[in-house]
C-alpha cells in the first residue's frame, strides 16, 4: 500500500504532448519502459562510470551504474511507501546526459562549451528525453511525464540562479517549478546514486588494486564491517571477506536513509506529494554521523583512486580526444552523420552549431569517441607527413 505523499499515476500532471492512456500500464511504468528502450540508454554500456569501459570486464560502466540505482531505489522506495515505478524511472535516466569518458569527458566539453553556454550533465539528460531521441511520430524526444521530467532535472534540489541553457531552453515551454525541491520518489533516485557508488567505487578499486584491503578496513563504517565478518566467518577466504563487509556496508547506507527518512516523514507529517515539493529541505538523506563517515571515504577513493597514477594518466589522453573533437566537428559539420544535417542546416549561428556538436559529442561512447579520433584526428595527422 502507497503513502499518502506517494506520487500516484491517476494524479499525474501529464505529458507536454497528450496520449492516451495505456491499458494495462500506469503512465510512470510506461515512462521507465520509454527509457530502457532509449538510444542513449543503450549507449550508456560503453560509457565509462570510472575506468574508461574496455580496461576491465568488471568494472563499472554509466549502463551497470544506472542498474545498481535503480535497485537501491526501489528498495528504499517500497520501504518508505512510494511509486517504485517513478523512482525506477529518475534512477534509470539519471545519467544519460553523461559524455564518454565519464567526468574527465564531461570537464572537457564543459570547458570547451564556456563560450556557447557551458555544459550540465543532468541538463543534457533533460535535453536527451526532450528533444534528442527522436523515433516517435509526433513529437520530438520521449515525451515523459511532468513527474520523470521534474525528477531529472532537479533530483539533488531546487535549481536556482542562472539556469544551464538546456535546462533554460525546456523550462521556458514546460514549467518543471524548478524553485522547489523533486518528489519523494526523485529524492530516492538521488540519494540510491550515492549509495551505489560509494559502495562500488570501493569494490572497482580493490579489484584495480589501487589499495588493499587492509587499508579499506581502516576506514570509518567499514572498519566495523570488516570486524564483524570476522567475528562470524575466522579465516574467510580474501575475496569473499572483503565482499561480506562491502555488503554490509551497502546494507548500512540503506538502513540509514531509511531511518532519517520515516523520522523526517514523522515530523513533518506530509499528506501529499506537494508536501514533500514544499518541505523546505531534502527529505530522502543520510544521517550527519553517516555523512560525516562518508566523506573521509570520499576522500579517501579521491586520493587513492581518482586521482591514482593510471587513472590521471588515462584521463589526460581522453581529454585530449575530447578537445580536438570538438573543434574539428564545429570546423567541419559535414562529417556528421546525414541524421544530423538537417539540424545542422537550420543553425542559426555559430552558438546554435556549437550547441549541436556537443550534443553529437556528448551522445558518443567512449570506443565510438575513440574511433571517431583515430578517423579524423590520427588520419589526417598522418596525411599531413
Known amino acids: ?25 500506469s503512465c510512470f511504468q510506461r515512462d521507465r519502459d520509454r527509457i530502457i528502450h532509449a538510444s542513449a540508454f543503450r549507449r550508456l554500456k560503453h560509457k565509462t562510470q570510472v575506468f574508461i569501459e574496455h580496461e576491465g570486464d568488471y568494472y563499472r ?20 511507501g512510494l511509486n517504485a515505478e517513478l523512482t525506477e524511472a ?70 536556482t540562479g542562472q539556469l544551464p541553457w538546456a535546462l533554460s531552453e525546456y523550462q521556458a515551454l514546460h514549467d ?24 562500488h567505487d570501493l569494490h572497482d578499486g580493490l579489484r ?7 587499508e579499506l578496513a581502516e576506514l570509518p563504517i567499514l572498519q566495523d564491517c570488516f570486524a564483524r565478518v570476522d ?9 569473499r571477506r572483503r565482499h561480506e563487509a562491502l555488503r554490509r556496508f551497502f546494507g548500512i547506507l540503506v538502513e540509514d536513509v531509511i531511518g532519517v527518512a520515516n523520522e523526517s516523514l514523522a515530523r513533518i507529517k506530509p499528506h501529499t506529494p506537494e508536501d514533500i515539493r514544499r518541505a523546505g529541505f531534502q527529505i530522502i538523506r543520510f544521517s550527519d554521523p553517516v555523512f560525516q563517515d562518508l566523506k573521509v571515504i570520499r576522500q579517501f577513493l579521491f586520493d587513492r583512486m581518482y586521482r591514482a597514477p593510471s587513472v590521471v594518466e588515462k584521463r589526460k589522453e581522453v581529454t585530449e580526444v575530447v578537445e580536438q573533437l570538438f573543434p574539428f566537428f564545429l570546423q567541419n ?29 556528448a551522445g558518443m561512447t567512449d570506443r565510438f569517441a575513440l574511433q571517431c579520433h583515430a578517423r579524423f584526428i590520427d588520419e589526417s595527422d598522418d596525411s599531413a607527413v
Open 1 to 25: 500500500m502507497r503513502a499518502e505523499y506517494a506520487s500516484e499515476p491517476a494524479a499525474s500532471r501529464g505529458r507536454l504532448y497528450p496520449e492516451d492512456e495505456s491499458t494495462f500500464r
Open 61 to 80: 560502466t554509466r549502463l551497470t551504474h544506472s542498474i545498481e540505482v535503480a535497485q537501491v531505489a526501489r528498495t528504499i522506495s517500497g520501504a518508505l
Open 90 to 159: 529518475v534512477a534509470l535516466a539519471h545519467d544519460l546526459g553523461h559524455t564518454p569518458f565519464g567526468h574527465t569527458g564531461e570537464d572537457a566539453l564543459g570547458l570547451l562549451m564556456e563560450p556557447f553556454g557551458g555544459f550540465d550533465h543532468n541538463a543534457q539528460a533533460l535535453r536527451i528525453v526532450t528533444n534528442l531521441e527522436r523515433h516517435y511520430a509526433k513529437f520530438d524526444g520521449l515525451n515523459l511525464t511532468w513527474e520523470t521530467l521534474e525528477g531529472i532535472a532537479k533530483h539533488n534540489g531546487p535549481v
Open 176 to 199: 518543471l517549478e524548478l524553485d522547489t525541491y523533486a518528489s519523494a520518489e526523485a529524492q530516492v533516485a538521488a540519494i540510491s546514486d550515492d549509495v551505489a557508488y560509494n559502495h
Open 208 to 214: 584495480a588494486e589501487l589499495f588493499s584491503t587492509d
Open 231 to 239: 567475528t562470524l566467518y575466522p579465516g574467510l577466504n580474501y575475496y
Open 333 to 361: 559539420p559535414d562529417t556528421l552523420p546525414k541524421q544530423w544535417r538537417k539540424d545542422v542546416e537550420e543553425a542559426s549561428s555559430q552558438t546554435a552549431l556549437a550547441r549541436l556538436v556537443s550534443d553529437y559529442i
